[in-house]
């Protein structure tokens, strides 16, 4: 029996997991078993799988499609190992991946763990400039990957595994369809289970590929912070608030540059410089640079309009958001 067992679901991305698939044939280590669940997409990668059954000890599954909670659910029940790893379809693993998992879990006997996020060579430069806005310090704080957090450690579903007592205990994923990672690792911690960042179990995460699609991505997270709230409403933290001031001051700033003096945009030149400096830092690449820049906004902005918008419809108006979700899910 594997120790590990790798979940990921699928919906309508073929050759995204060929890709992962062909990375995870590469692993140091081999006691891990891999499942992919298809979220009753309509254009199937079962050929796929096939293609790799001799290289890995893998499982296919076929559902009507529920989302990626319950679809990693799903996979869970049907998972061998001690351990259940959850995976995006739109990653590459690193050869050492399953061996840095592997150890920390064996030796370690650890709950819960996540593991963060970079931006692999072959990325296109917006996916660069994405990976900045959602990694760096500047704009999130460095939470999802850095070893000293802003709060508990929050594993997210791209990159995150526990072992079946926590999943025994916790019942699994719910059924949310944003925002599904937060809430499950918060039952974790309610549940009396510890969560952890391995710092080394980092995946090469190529999240969207275009900014129209990003923008949706993070303006629907900044919907799900409230819903989580909801769900939670100690899991509302200070911090939560700052993309909402950020955008409301971006606008102050706007208005104020047009309407009384260009000194008002000063705060922001400020801003699209410090991104940019950054960037370069860390990219090394004069256009990523220029991206992250709009990127960073983007990001920033889409999570503050998003949060705004739930506040004043589940908060102020008190109607539900999840429909919202529901139809937005896979547009």
């Known amino acids: 029996m594997p120790y590990l067992s790798l979940i990921i679901p699928v919906y309508n991305r073929p050759q995204e997991v060929e ?11 081999r006691d891990f078993e891999v499942i992919i669940v298809e979220d009753g997409s309509t254009i199937r990668c079962e050929s796929v799988v096939q293609r790799f059954s001799t290289k890995l000890h893998l499982s296919y599954f076929y559902k009507e499609n529920s989302g990626p909670g319950l679809s990693r659910n799903y996979g869970a029940e049907r ?56 990694t760096s310090f500047f704009t999130t704080g460095g939470i999802r990957g850095q070893k000293q957090s802003m709060e508990k450690f929050h594993p997210r579903s791209f990159n995150m595994g526990f072992s079946k007592a926590v999943l025994k205990a916790t019942g699994g994923f719910s059924g949310l369809r944003f925002g599904e990672d937060i809430d499950m690792s918060i039952r974790i911690m309610e549940a009396g289970f510890k969560t952890c960042l391995l710092p080394e179990a980092y995946v090469f995460h190529k999240r969207r590929t275009s900014f129209r699609k990003f923008f949706k991505q993070v303006y629907n997270s900044g919907m799900a912070r409230i819903n989580l709230f909801l769900l939670h409403p100690h899991s509302l933290k200070l911090v939560h608030f700052l993309p909402a001031c950020f955008f409301l001051g971006t606008l102050l700033c706007l208005v104020g540059g047009i309407f009384l003096s260009w000194y008002c945009f ?10 940019f400096v950054d960037s370069l830092r860390l990219n090394k690449q004069l256009k990523v640079a220029f991206l992250s ?39």
């Not at 890709?19 to 280590?29: G, I, M, R, V």
């Not at 061996?99 to 296109?124: K, L, M, N, Y």
Request: net charge neutral.
């Open 19 to 29: 890709e992962l698939l062909d990375t995870l044939s590469h692993q140091k280590s």
């Open 293 to 331: 820049v709009a990127a960073a906004f983007i990001q920033l902005s889409a999570y503050g309009m998003g949060f705004l918008q739930a506040v004043w419809i589940a908060l102020i108006c008190k109607r539900p958001i999840k429909g919202m979700f529901i139809r937005n899910f896979y547009k």
């Open 79 to 134: 998972a061998q190992g001690e351990y259940v790893v959850f995976l995006d379809s739109d990653c590459l693993i690193p050869a050492s991946y399953t061996e840095v998992v592997w150890q920390a879990c064996h030796q370690r006997q650890i709950d819960a763990f996540g593991g963060p996020d970079r931006a692999h060579d072959s990325f296109t430069a917006i996916q660069k400039a994405i990976n900045y806005s959602m």
């Open 266 to 275: 000063l705060p922001l030149c400020l801003l699209v410089v410090l991104f």
